[in-house]
């Protein structure tokens, strides 16, 4: 079993939606927390990095970290056709990166 | 800014031959890596490199090989391609191991007849 959980959808939501995509981890030891976003036929892109518990904002985009809970959590505001993807999540405990196996979003005009 | 350099984007091979997969990054990154994507299995890692002059296996090393040519470049072999080995392969970098975030190239897919 992976040691980051993340359900692959596929998640489909109307334009100008709020989008929220979730992992689960199970080694406490994770301190580092990242969101990447993936284009059809492209690499992944690091969207959101984020250190031990509590929320970052940039823009559009929120991502919180419960450790109590083990929860990861990625809110995507005003949702955009451009924001259709592939999201991955992944942590650390400052050895390896443990990447989930990916959410697909597709947001419809 | 190029970042990470993937060559070639595409490759199809026959069983049995060998091929390398290229990589290079212009961000002065200590550590490397290489993974392969598949359907429903996500990102695994293969072989990195935490810094120049040294490699370790990862999670799914059986069947390739890997070359830290130097600070900028790390090679993926394939000795004897397997259709097993038909993938999206990824190469990224890291300032260092764990706690930085990696920065990946566009991959290279592959496939073995």
């Known amino acids: 079993q992976k040691e980051v959980e993340q359900d692959p959808g596929p998640l489909s939501v109307p334009e100008g939606a709020i989008v929220s995509l979730n992992c689960t981890y199970s080694?406490?030891?994770?301190?580092?927390f990242m969101w990447y976003r993936q284009y059809s036929r492209k690499g992944p892109e690091l969207l959101m990095y984020?250190?031990?518990?509590g929320n970052k904002e940039d823009g559009r985009f929120t991502a919180q970290v419960d450790k109590s809970s083990k929860y990861i959590s990625l809110f995507i505001r005003d949702s955009q056709p451009s924001d259709s993807a592939t999201y991955l999540c992944?942590?650390?405990?400052?050895?390896?990166?443990?990447f989930g196996k990916g959410t697909s979003l597709l947001v419809t005009p | 800014n190029a970042g990470v350099t993937q060559t070639p984007k595409f490759q199809v091979l026959k069983t049995g031959q060998s091929m390398t997969l290229q990589c290079a990054q212009d961000?002065?990154?200590?550590?490397m890596y290489w993974y392969r994507q598949d359907p429903g299995m996500g990102l695994r890692l293969i072989y990195y490199?935490?810094?120049?002059?040294?490699?370790d296996k990862g999670e799914v090393p059986n069947g390739y090989n890997v070359s830290r040519l130097n600070k900028r470049e790390f090679s993926l072999r394939l000795e004897s391609a397997a259709p097993s080995q038909t993938s999206v392969y990824f190469c990224?970098?890291?300032?260092?191991?764990?706690?930085?975030?990696?920065?990946f190239g566009d991959g290279t897919r592959l496939s073995i007849l």
């Open positions: 990224a970098s890291s300032d260092f191991r764990g706690n930085q975030p990696q920065h």
């Open positions: 080694n406490s030891a994770f301190q580092y």
């Open positions: 984020t250190y031990s518990s």
């Open positions: 992944a942590a650390s405990s400052g050895y390896a990166l443990n």
């Open positions: 961000m002065n990154h200590n550590s």
């Open positions: 490199s935490a810094s120049e002059g040294t490699t």
